[in-house]
């Protein structure tokens, strides 16, 4: 079984960094496809940032490009989310989400079988 740990988050103001750390466990990370969603209050889950097993691609929703970083350190089962140049509007719940796969990745949250408990990024103006 598959098992998922976010850790990093924390309160910033406009314009500061945090990096997210997932810790898995359960299954080789390079067979999984790694992903990270986030959830505003009130509003959908929804996909921000996702890596392949291999690691060779990667896919951003598009108010995330140029200032998210989704990485993997395949030795250590650590996967980041790199984030900069903060917004208010990036004030969520951000969890880290697996399914098995190497070479592809995918945007819905149905898609992925294993989900982390979630960590909370606030950004303040």
């Keep these: 079984q598959v098992q998922l740990v976010e850790s990093g988050g924390g309160s910033v103001q ?3 960094s945090l990096r997210l750390s997932c810790s898995t466990s359960g299954r080789p990370l ?3 496809t790694m992903a990270w969603f ?4 009130g509003k959908e889950r ?10 060779f691609i ?18 250590n089962d650590t996967v980041y989310l790199e984030m900069n140049t903060l917004k208010p509007e990036d004030t969520a719940i ?3 989400a697996a399914r098995p796969g190497r ?10 079988t294993s989900w982390g408990q979630g960590t909370q990024v606030t950004v303040s103006a």
């Design 38 to 41: 986030r959830q505003a209050l």
């Design 14 to 16: 406009a314009g500061g």
């Design 94 to 96: 951000y969890y880290c």
């Design 30 to 32: 390079s067979t999984m």
């Design 58 to 75: 990667k896919r951003y929703v598009d108010s995330v490009k140029g200032r998210f970083t989704i990485s993997r350190d395949n030795a």
């Design 103 to 112: 070479d592809s990745i995918w945007a819905s949250r149905s898609d992925y």
């Design 46 to 55: 929804e996909f921000v940032a996702g890596i392949s097993g291999s690691g």
